[in-house]
Nanobody, 126 residues
Framework: QVQLVESGGGLVQAGGSLRLSCAAS????????MGWFRQAPGKEREFVAG????????YYTDSVKGRFTISRDNAKNTVYLQMNSLKPEDTAVYYC???????????????????WGQGTQVTVSS
């Protein structure tokens, strides 16, 4: 069982930056693939970024490539999402998610993740 708690959301102007954090409970954090998803009002939850258990592999949805960076610190049981050059269309509730790792597979679907945080609101003003 993994419990996830996000923090770091807020209101920022277009072009600004935010850093989201997701703290995980448990002693097996390094066994989990981690992902960030977001959900805007009236839209389905969508994949944003994922990271392998070691941090050696990262992957992103096209709309955030070059602007967002996912990273993790297994010693602190924490995964991060650095968001730069924010746009109004990035406005959403951002969720952290976790699942057991399977070597060589990238997980980008909501259905593939087993554990979810409560979400943190990110609002980008124009």
């Amino acid at each position: 069982q993994v419990q996830l708690v996000e923090s770091g959301g807020g209101l920022v102007q277009a072009g600004g930056s935010l850093r989201l954090s997701c703290a995980a409970s448990g002693r097996t954090f390094s066994s989990y693939v981690m992902g960030w998803f977001r959900q805007a009002p009236g839209k389905e939850r969508e994949f944003v970024a994922g990271i392998s258990w070691s941090g050696g592999s990262t992957y992103y949805t096209d709309s955030v490539k070059g602007r967002f960076t996912i990273s993790r610190d297994n010693a602190k049981n924490t995964v991060y999402l650095q968001m730069n050059s924010l746009k109004p269309e990035d406005t959403a509730v951002y969720y952290c998610a976790a699942r057991r790792r399977i070597a060589g597979i990238k997980f980008m679907s909501v259905d593939e993740y087993d554990y979810w945080g409560q979400g943190t609101q990110v609002t980008v003003s124009s």
